[in-house]
């Protein structure tokens, strides 16, 4: 158990629609980062929060934002799905910039 | 560009049958590489993290090395369970992705009894 918590396990919705992904890091980590994997393309870093501020962006859509809450939980935001979004969405924590990041087990979305 | 190459993209062992995975890369800056197991269904498990040229890690059968320009994960005598797809990752010390985990693809191993 890596400690970093993910909700839901699944979501499935349609087309057009929005969805909200939840992580609780692990206790004591101030950065968060949210990782999107296909089956295609691999594991592809979308954006870092570190104690509440963006950090980093990766090759995140216009269509999907992320924030990062006073309790460091991070929520990752994605609207006007598309079939294409359908992919494992992770979160992932680390103490530091040197320090591994430790993965959720992730979200799992079906967009119909 | 900040990249990583893994290969083979599958390798298949018999029990006992010692290996290595490759993993190539291209950084601005390596600040750390990263060695990471992933289940199905699961999220990717830590492993090792290697910081500079002629560093070694081991952790039961598994031994990872690094160069300049590449990794090696070294599988010693692999049992089943260690049936898994294992992943590399860099981390850049200068750059657009400077700080985050730049992944390859990954190779699936398959240990067979």
């Known amino acids: 158990d890596s400690g970093v918590t993910q909700t839901p396990k699944h979501l499935i919705t349609a087309t057009g629609q929005r969805v909200t992904l939840r992580c609780s890091p692990r206790?004591?980590?101030?950065?968060v980062y949210w990782y999107q994997q296909s089956l295609d393309q691999g594991l592809q870093f979308l954006i870092q929060y570190y104690n509440g501020e963006e950090r980093a962006k990766g090759n995140i859509l216009e269509r999907f934002s992320a924030q990062q809450f006073p309790d460091l939980h991070s929520e990752l935001n994605l609207s006007s799905l598309e079939l294409g979004d359908s992919a494992l969405y992770f979160c992932a924590s680390s103490a530091g910039d040197r320090s591994p990041l430790h993965f959720g087990n992730g979200t799992r979305l079906t967009v119909t | 560009e900040d990249q990583v190459t893994q290969s083979p993209e599958a390798l298949r062992l018999q029990e006992g049958e010692s290996s290595s995975l490759n993993c190539s890369y291209t950084?601005?800056?390596?600040?750390?590489l990263f060695w990471y197991r992933q289940d199905p269904g699961k999220g990717p498990e830590f492993l090792f993290t290697l910081y500079s040229a002629g560093e070694e890690k081991e952790k039961e059968r598994l031994k990872a090395t690094l160069t300049k320009k590449e990794s090696f994960l070294h599988i010693t005598a692999p049992k089943p369970e260690d049936s898994a797809t294992y992943l590399c990752?860099?981390?850049?010390?200068?750059?657009?992705?400077?700080?985050?985990?730049?992944f390859g693809k990954g190779t699936k191993l398959s240990v067979k009894p």
């Open positions: 206790s004591g980590d101030l950065s």
């Open positions: 990752a860099v981390q850049a010390r200068y750059g657009g992705s400077q700080g985050n985990l730049i």
């Open positions: 950084v601005s800056g390596l600040r750390g």
